[in-house]
């Protein structure tokens, strides 16, 4: 799922009740509800474009992301506390328990290599330019030379041209900070 359908699907968990899984299920506490979008939200902002989200019967979440062979974990119980998995290549490579929304957070690293995906979540759908008969290039009847157009022209420099770059001196100063 995307971040948004994600999304959208941990809003959905407000309408679970009591007894939801086949009798078994408390209701989701609005504050782990907030807590798992708050996490879905950071994936996406960190470049992650894959995430799910599952109810738990003892009223926690589970939000996933999800990128190639890095798989993030995070349930968050009904007291608002976070256990976190990573898991690199189906290896797991950290886990954590008891943590504050800040400190999960901290855990979702940047995707740098991805980071284009950030556009992702602005556009649905892709758009493309169809190709159509009135796109097509037409040539001119005849050839147009330079001799027409002799006042257009500007005489091209012999003189050999060399690089230069305007370096700012003294833009930075160096700040002494004591300890």
Do not use: C
């Amino acid at each position: 799922m995307n971040i948004t359908e994600t999304a959208q699907k941990i809003s959905e968990f407000r309408q679970l009740r009591s007894g939801w899984h086949f009798g078994e299920g408390t209701a989701l506490p609005e504050v782990t509800i907030g807590t798992a979008l708050k996490i879905n939200r950071a994936a996406g902002l960190r470049g992650y474009a894959s995430t799910n989200a599952f109810p738990g019967i003892n009223g926690e979440i589970q939000v996933t992301v999800y990128d190639g062979s890095i798989y993030l974990e995070f349930t968050i119980d009904a007291k608002s506390k976070i256990t976190f998995v990573r898991e690199d290549d189906d290896h797991e490579v950290a886990y954590e328990e008891d943590l504050s929304i800040t400190d999960a957070l901290a855990m979702i690293p940047l995707l740098t290599e991805h980071a284009w995906r950030l556009s992702d979540l602005s556009t649905p759908t892709p758009t493309l330019i169809a190709k159509s008969a009135a796109s097509s290039a037409l040539r001119s009847n005849r050839l147009v030379t330079g001799a027409e157009f002799q006042l257009l022209i500007k005489p091209v420099s012999t003189a050999p041209a060399y690089p230069s770059a305007n370096i700012l001196r003294d833009s930075t100063k160096n700040i002494r900070i004591h300890y």
